[in-house]
């Protein structure tokens, strides 16, 4: 069994495994609170509802080295060999030409839950049981009980066990994680190192974090003391109820330095209801690929600040097709949501009811446009879609000099050459001037153009003609759709610089 991976950032380390964990939640209104005299009472009337968890594993050694390292000495020292020499003999060796075969071992985790109903549903994180054999839940009377899975989804880390108790258990409820500020306090309840329910108190530190663990990122951070051992346990508002599931830890020595992080209770009850219902969890799908809205990119579609998702693809047959979203499009609001940034849409689309049919606000062609469109279920091998910037090759070309581009159009020859697909349509990239603003957004031979402003352009000559129209618009940027290795992109280029195209 793993115990806490570790995740590399830049100052330390996000910690998940069968202990860590930490809150923050979203935006909210709510009447800010005084800190009470004690949190004994409520601690006292959450703690039954908290639970140990522990899970077992059972592993092949296949004669790897185990046992004690050897200690660190200088190299070639006579105390490095002595300690190699006797660990040797002591365990197997590298090829398992010393020594038995080592028999399987167990390797044992730990964690925390808690329940969510008193006929034994707990709640965990999937980190915490992932690749179990037993599973053993423990009440705070020190009751054991075996348990058994009731269904896991590795995207948000989050599982349902089932147990069978003899009399009905002290179920807590889910809070509303959206009410939770900046500020308020909370209160984390787990099993730190093994060492049975323990509290900490803190505040919300933060909301809305995405820590690059997964697409549907969205964590409460709290300063709330979490270490190992902690995750899967829950994160308290003052009225006790469940505002996050503590998952993570951000250290750089693998203990609490007061920066956690938890799964909102919004996202986790829509998560652990479809668990419950159908041993996995359903999301909504769109059937787009999208792309963030940078200034440049906003500034040359007409758009007064960088916000939504930018459409770079939209899949045949997918839910967006129907409702006739088109690349180029800029997703504003999706079901009366506000799309503030692009990383916000995967999460808001698969919280939504498959089926149900939803407004789409749009940014087309310089004003704003509302849709409606069919929520589909997001298969099982679908990635949340992102777009990304790449290509080789020379050919007759015309150079847009402001640009930095030479371009050509797909003909057989260029089709060969640059290795097009039959069906490619638009003018390929044959060479892009190193410094120049094609360069500078990773623009590669290769590429293809396919539409200049949100217009097919099928010649050379039409994307000058487009870029020479968008210039005496006085924009800073013309916006381009390539499609490159990766997929198709919308790339700005910046107009500042001296002048538009030179045929040749």
Same mark, same amino acid.
Do not use: C
């Given at each position: 069994? *793993?115990?806490?991976?570790?995740?590399?950032?830049?100052?330390?380390?996000?910690?998940?495994?069968?202990?860590?964990?930490?809150?923050?939640?979203?935006?909210? %209104?709510?009447?800010?609170?005084?800190?009470?005299?004690?949190?004994?009472?409520?601690?006292?009337?959450?703690?039954?509802?908290?639970?140990?968890?522990?899970?077992?594993?059972?592993?092949? /050694?296949?004669?790897?080295?185990?046992? !004690?390292?050897?200690?660190?000495?200088?190299?070639?020292?006579?105390?490095?060999?002595?300690? *190699? =020499?006797?660990?040797?003999?002591? *365990?197997?060796?590298?090829?398992?030409?010393?020594?038995?075969?080592?028999?399987?071992?167990?390797?044992?985790?730990?964690?925390?839950?808690?329940?969510?109903?008193?006929?034994?549903?707990?709640?965990?994180?999937?980190? @915490?049981?992932?690749?179990?054999?037993?599973?053993?839940?423990?009440?705070?009377?020190?009751?054991?009980?075996?348990?058994?899975?009731?269904?896991? =989804?590795?995207?948000?880390?989050?599982?349902?066990?089932?147990? /069978?108790?003899?009399?009905?258990?002290?179920?807590?409820?889910?809070?509303?994680?959206?009410?939770?500020?900046?500020?308020?306090?909370?209160?984390?309840?787990?099993?730190?190192?093994?060492?049975?329910?323990? %509290?900490?108190?803190?505040?919300? /530190?933060?909301?809305? *974090?995405?820590?690059?663990?997964?697409?549907?990122?969205?964590?409460?951070?709290?300063?709330?003391?979490?270490?190992?051992?902690?995750?899967?346990?829950?994160?308290?508002?003052?009225?006790?109820?469940?505002?996050?599931?503590? &998952?993570?830890?951000?250290?750089?020595?693998?203990? /609490? $330095?007061? $920066?956690?992080?938890? $799964?909102?209770?919004?996202?986790?009850?829509?998560?652990?209801?479809?668990?419950?219902?159908?041993?996995?969890?359903?999301?909504?799908?769109?059937?787009?690929?999208?792309?963030? %809205?940078?200034?440049?990119?906003? +500034?040359?579609?007409?758009?007064?600040?960088?916000?939504?998702?930018?459409?770079?693809?939209?899949?045949?047959?997918?839910?967006?097709?129907?409702?006739?979203?088109?690349?180029?499009?800029?997703?504003?609001?999706?079901?009366?949501? +506000?799309?503030?940034?692009?990383?916000?849409?995967?999460?808001?689309?698969?919280?939504?009811?498959?089926?149900? +049919?939803? !407004?789409?606000?749009?940014?087309?062609?310089?004003?704003?446009?509302?849709? &409606?469109?069919?929520?589909?279920?997001?298969?099982? =091998?679908?990635?949340?879609?992102?777009?990304?910037?790449?290509? !080789?090759?020379?050919?007759?070309? &015309? +150079?847009?000099?402001?640009?930095?581009?030479?371009?050509?159009?797909?003909?057989?020859?260029?089709?060969?050459?640059?290795?097009?697909?039959?069906?490619?349509?638009?003018?390929?990239?044959?060479? %892009?001037?190193?410094?120049?603003?094609?360069?500078?957004?990773?623009?590669?031979?290769?590429?293809?153009?396919?539409?200049?402003?949100?217009?097919?352009?099928?010649?050379?000559?039409?994307?000058?003609?487009?870029?020479?129209? @968008?210039?005496?618009?006085?924009?800073?940027?013309?916006?381009?759709?390539?499609?490159?290795?990766?997929?198709?992109?919308?790339?700005?280029?910046?107009?500042?610089?001296? &002048?538009?195209?030179?045929?040749?």
């Amino acid at each position: 069994m *793993r115990y806490p991976t570790r995740l590399a950032l830049r100052a330390g380390a996000v910690l998940l495994a069968a202990t860590l964990i930490l809150p923050a939640a979203l935006p909210a %209104v709510a009447q800010a609170r005084p800190a009470p005299d004690s949190f004994a009472d409520l601690a006292e009337r959450l703690l039954p509802g908290v639970v140990n968890i522990s899970s077992s594993q059972t592993v092949q /050694s296949h004669n790897e080295r185990q046992g !004690p390292e050897i200690p660190m000495f200088p190299p070639g020292s006579p105390f490095e060999q002595f300690f *190699r =020499d006797f660990l040797d003999r002591n *365990r197997p060796g590298p090829h398992g030409d010393h020594g038995p075969q080592a028999p399987p071992r167990k390797m044992q985790s730990l964690g925390s839950g808690f329940i969510v109903d008193p006929a034994g549903i707990v709640v965990t994180n999937n980190h @915490v049981i992932d690749g179990a054999d037993e599973i053993t839940v423990t009440l705070q009377d020190n009751t054991s009980l075996k348990a058994t899975l009731v269904g896991r =989804d590795e995207r948000t880390d989050i599982a349902v066990l089932k147990v /069978s108790p003899d009399k009905p258990l002290t179920a807590l409820p889910f809070g509303d994680s959206d009410r939770s500020r900046v500020g308020d306090w909370v209160l984390a309840i787990g099993n730190p190192f093994g060492l049975g329910g323990s %509290v900490t108190a803190g505040i919300v /530190s933060a909301r809305g *974090r995405d820590i690059q663990q997964g697409p549907y990122d969205n964590f409460i951070q709290t300063d709330a003391a979490i270490n190992r051992g902690n995750s899967g346990g829950p994160l308290f508002n003052l009225d006790g109820e469940v505002i996050g599931i503590n &998952t993570a830890i951000y250290s750089p020595s693998g203990g /609490s $330095i007061g $920066i956690g992080f938890s $799964i909102p209770s919004n996202l986790a009850k829509t998560v652990v209801a479809q668990l419950r219902d159908f041993g996995r969890a359903k999301r909504g799908w769109l059937g787009v690929k999208i792309q963030q %809205v940078t200034p440049d990119i906003a +500034e040359s579609m007409g758009l007064k600040e960088p916000s939504g998702a930018l459409v770079a693809n939209v899949e045949e047959g997918g839910p967006a097709a129907a409702a006739k979203l088109r690349g180029g499009d800029i997703i504003l609001k999706f079901n009366g949501q +506000e799309v503030k940034e692009m990383r916000n849409l995967p999460r808001i689309v698969a919280e939504t009811e498959i089926g149900r +049919e939803v !407004p789409v606000v749009l940014w087309r062609d310089g004003h704003e446009l509302t849709l &409606t469109a069919r929520v589909g279920e997001l298969p099982d =091998d679908q990635k949340v879609a992102a777009a990304a910037p790449d290509k !080789p090759g020379p050919a007759a070309s &015309t +150079e847009l000099t402001g640009l930095g581009l030479k371009l050509a159009p797909i003909t057989p020859e260029t089709r060969d050459h640059y290795q097009l697909g039959q069906d490619q349509k638009g003018v390929v990239v044959t060479d %892009v001037v190193a410094g120049s603003p094609a360069a500078d957004r990773g623009v590669k031979p290769g590429d293809v153009i396919v539409e200049v402003q949100q217009q097919e352009v099928n010649t050379p000559a039409e994307v000058a003609d487009r870029v020479e129209r @968008v210039r005496k618009t006085n924009r800073k940027s013309v916006l381009m759709l390539i499609q490159g290795q990766d997929g198709p992109r919308w790339v700005p280029l910046s107009l500042e610089a001296e &002048t538009n195209r030179q045929p040749g």
